[in-house]
């Protein structure tokens, strides 16, 4: 019978001929590591399901929650530098104007409203979404750690960073005790595991982490909800006049999207007196000394009055208003009379300061009940210009802040002042396009500065106008911020979760005691740390010092003293067993 054997060329493992000897010695493991390109490769597919958990990991992971953060700080710097429809809308239409182009992009871009605007909400939800998803799982985490006992002792303790050993003649059981004791007098969280006592502290490091995190989605939630329910608004009161808290009693007011009137806390105060002090020498002449303004105000519509005062950064707080003391001008009392001596005007008009001596500026406006010496009926509209202190050789400018030596600089018009016109003006501004101005005897226009008392006439007979007195007046801010408070504590809980997560070390110890082969116990004591300190070792060394003195034998043991802490661990003990 015949015996065959296949040919080389056919044997699935038999090398080329020409193969190199290093290939021929590898065989079948040689084809294995060839980098010949395979002729078909297959990739997982991940399906719906798996992109779901790909991008919610991804959504969750503490990089991609750092750079959310990141996105929101940029996003909110358009929002302080560009102006806002929501705080001013005039500077935002003056923008527009002086710059078509660039208006036109920043409003597609939604930059003149970067706090509503789709991209930032966008951001801020995710980053709201992300922080959530960090936190849940690490706290349910959390919780089953603080459920849960310390470990027990790994096998050999000398390969921990931290460790000691000596040997004593006191029983194991004694030992474990008082090491047990030890660390829970010590605030570890101890128990005993078979032959070994485990402790473990510093859980108030991921306490800390958890509430900096948590205290996060506080004040993104407080920003959030204050931003919506806010409102602000401003209100010039003279002396002697009032204000009551609502919409159509303020000067100017904004309000967050979600903000009702019904939200307004009601209140309501009047401005007895304003007081104004200065420094009136040396290198800070005319500094304010004291701004404070004496009010008498009352809750609701039946409250019972109260008198208070408030001063710069002293509001006074009603529910969840704050009422702030922001500015302070002077308003010269005025009396108009017509042709015929009737008084078509009697009021303090308040005048704009225009530097820090309170140089001000503002304009009188009579719009019914004027009739010129014609009989004809007319609107007046008056330029003022005021200084507290004049001084001679300084006619347009105050020298000083308080009312030493006032005087009220008028300008008259008559004609159509445009306020029918339907076209909306400031109560500060005069429109001088529809009026004339009054002629002197020199035909020059009609111009005089009037002392408290004082009466300029009109020529013709065409009335008077008269400076009565000055009162002074308060400008006050009513602010309603809701969720402040909360993003308050959420910056202080922040503050004090990151100080713990960094300087709190969460640490772990294991002490060990067994008979050695004589009889004698092996007392190994090891330490080791979540995150890498030098303070393991000294805590350990703490920790074994006082074992050694407290454990009733040890004075009677072999060794005087435990080996020194090794931060190697390369420490071992004679006899011990490992």
């Known amino acids: 019978m015949s015996k065959t054997t296949p040919a080389a060329s056919d044997a699935p493992d038999a090398p080329a001929p020409d193969a190199p000897a290093g290939d021929q010695d590898l065989g079948a493991a040689g084809s294995q590591l060839s980098t010949a390109p395979a002729e078909s490769l297959s990739m997982p597919t991940l399906g719906v399901i798996g992109w779901a958990r790909w991008f919610w990991r991804q959504l969750t992971s503490m990089r991609v929650a750092l750079l959310l953060l990141l996105l929101v700080a940029l996003g909110a710097i358009p929002g302080s530098l560009i102006p806002q429809t929501g705080t001013d809308a005039t500077k935002v239409a003056d923008f527009v104007k002086n710059n078509p182009t660039l208006g036109d992009v920043y409003d597609k871009l939604g930059l003149f409203h970067v706090y509503s605007s789709v991209w930032f909400s966008a951001i801020y939800i995710l980053l709201f979404v992300s922080l959530i998803g960090c936190i849940v799982p690490r706290t349910w ?52 595991a078979g032959d070994n006592v485990a402790g473990e502290k510093g859980y108030l490091r991921e306490v800390g982490n958890l509430a900096f995190h948590i205290a996060l989605i506080v004040m993104l939630t407080a920003f959030a909800w204050g931003q919506l329910f806010k409102s602000e608004g401003n209100k010039l009161v003279v002396e002697g006049d009032g204000f009551s808290n609502t919409l159509i009693s303020y000067d100017d007011f904004k309000s967050g999207n979600l903000f009702s009137t019904d939200d307004l806390v009601p209140f309501s105060f009047t401005l007895n007196k304003f007081t104004g002090t200065y420094e009136t020498s040396g290198p800070n002449t005319g500094t304010p000394r004291l701004y404070q303004a004496a009010i008498t105000y009352s809750k609701g519509a039946y409250g019972k009055d109260h008198k208070t005062l408030v001063k710069v950064n002293e509001p006074l707080e009603i529910g969840d208003a704050k009422v702030y003391l922001t500015a302070h001008g002077y308003a010269p009392l005025i009396t108009v009379r017509d042709g015929k001596g009737n008084v078509v005007f009697h009021d303090a008009v308040a005048m704009l300061p225009l530097d820090s001596n309170v140089t001000s500026t503002g304009v009188i406006k009579v719009l019914d009940g004027y009739r010129n010496a014609k009989g004809v009926s007319e609107q007046l509209g008056i330029s003022a210009f005021f200084l507290p202190t004049y001084t001679k050789g300084s006619e347009t400018a105050s020298t000083f802040p308080a009312l030493n030596n006032p005087v009220l600089n008028l300008t008259p018009y008559h004609g159509d002042l445009g306020v029918n016109s339907g076209i909306p003006q400031s109560v500060y501004q005069l429109d001088k396009s529809h009026v004339k101005d009054f002629k002197d005897a020199k035909g020059q226009e009609l111009r005089d500065n009037l002392k408290p008392g004082q009466t300029m006439r009109l020529p013709n007979g065409a009335g008077s106008i008269t400076y009565e007195s000055t009162r002074q007046w308060a400008n006050f801010q009513v602010v309603q911020q809701p969720a402040s408070g909360w993003a308050l504590a959420g910056a202080l809980t922040a503050i004090f979760g990151l100080a713990a997560s960094l300087f709190i070390q969460r640490r772990r110890v294991w002490v060990r005691a067994v008979k050695g082969a004589d009889g004698v116990t092996v007392v190994e004591m090891a330490g080791l740390g979540r995150s890498e300190s030098a303070k393991v070792p000294d805590e350990l060394g703490e920790l074994a010092g006082v074992l050694f003195d407290q454990v009733p034998s040890l004075s009677e043991a072999t060794e005087a003293e435990p080996d020194g802490v090794s931060d190697s661990g390369a420490a071992s003990a004679e006899g011990a067993e490992n």
């Open 141 to 192: 985490q959390f919780v089953g750690q603080l459920r849960s006992r310390p470990p027990g002792a790994p096998k050999r303790l000398t390969r921990l960073p931290a460790y000691t050993t000596w040997r004593t003649e006191a029983e194991p059981e004694q030992v474990r005790e008082a090491a047990l004791a030890l660390l829970r007098k010590k605030r570890f969280r101890a128990h005993l």
